[in-house]
């Protein structure tokens, strides 16, 4: 078992991994930029660095620096959580030669999976259901014309190398294809560095719904069964739940194998997620793979009682799984809390925290990093906290996270809180009968006068 490991990451997810160190008896570091000198990743770790300025290319994404803060604190293992290096191939090989264990997948793991084309294409020779569209990269515009016309429309083009809603077009006429191709590809050349595109048939009123799974050194793989992450904004999940009030008792069989068989065919270890496209009629295509832990691990952990950093650690120790596959017996809802003004286009709202009151009781997990007196500088991600209910039923989680959020109190700056909570006032939410869509209809009541 490792002695030290160190967390490249920041806030939340960092306070997360160094909580599991702690509990195991592993020895923590944390690394930090000048603008998270404050954070309490930084006070609650055993050993801190700071790896350079406030700007993530000069410190989270800094990986000498990194490297370095691992060699003099006699780190042997580093956990990348999410974001930053977590699915960085050049990281994963650096800290091999380093003789330094990358709690997370192989270079070439990350690098099969990473470039959507390239991952399609193995999902279809594992024989996983994927999106009717392109074989691989489109190589010009005259290929792409072609195949849309055999795909069908609508059809959407996807950035290869990309994420977080880059670098993707929805097409609905033949008309409107080539200003699509064009600007999908600039968009995508100035988010990675790659214009390389590739097609999928539009899959209409779909929800997004991710299979979680851990597979080990063996080659043996589990499903942890699924979470439903179809309420979204601009491709950026907002809320999660499992199960998915969508799923049934096949599906949920069904999709589960197919995950399991998608791990096992590249030898996948560690854990990590198979994200599908469901559609109206229960039809689910593979959408993609991330090699990592998952912003929304904790809601899967509460139905379970099972802590995925934990056994993230074990498995990047040679340990082997059980191979148990999971179904959930409670219901777990997660509401990211962001600095953002729901009520201004969702604005981000950096600055200083001067009240915070955390909601408590039965049922009721808050990860956070932030506290009373606590700035949140203005350069990172602006997700602050990750409210999370867990109760016998889907009603009472909702119910539940509507306490939560009436007794969660934050000043000093803007947050999602009240878009959460009328959320879970929608009729559309509180019945499960949403799609990847849900935000595209639906505007936000204004605020009551105070």
Known sequence: MFKKILIANRGEIALRVIRTCREMGIKSVAVYSKADE???HVKFADEAVCIGPAPSSESYLKMSNIIAAAEITNADAIHPGYGFLSENAKFSRICQEHNIKFIGASPEMIEKMGDKAMAKATMKAAGVPCVPGSDGVIEDFETCKKVAKETGYPVMLKAS????????????KEENLQAAWESARQESKAAFGNDDMYMEKLIEEPRHIEIQVVGDSTG?????????????????????????????KKLRNDMGMAAVK?????????????????????????????????????IT???????????????????????????????????RINAEDPYNDFRPSPGRITTLHAPGGHGVRLDTHVYAGYTIPPNYDSMIAKLITTAQTRDEAI??????????????IKTTIPFHRQLMDHPDYVAGNYTTAFMNDWKMAPPEEE
């Open 161 to 172: 190398a990309g994420g977080g809603g880059k670098g993707m077009r929805a097409v609905w």
């Open 220 to 248: 043996k793989a589990c499903h942890l069964s699924e979470r439903d992450c179809s309420i979204q904004r601009r491709h950026q999940k907002l809320t999660e739940e499992t199960p998915s009030p969508f799923m049934t």
């Open 399 to 412: 119910n539940k996270m509507k306490r939560a959020l009436d007794e969660f109190v934050i000043e000093g």
């Open 38 to 40: 404050e954070s309490l």
């Open 262 to 298: 998608a791990a096992e065919f590249i030898k996948y270890e560690g854990a990590g997620t198979v994200e599908f496209l469901v559609d109206k009629h229960r039809n689910f295509y593979f959408m993609e793979m991330n090699t990592r832990i998952q912003v929304e691990h904790p």
């Open 301 to 335: 952990e509460q139905v379970i009682d099972f802590d995925l950093i934990r056994e993230q650690i074990l498995v990047a120790a040679g340990v082997p799984i059980s191979g148990k596959h999971y179904t959930p017996n409670l219901h777990s809802i997660e509401c």
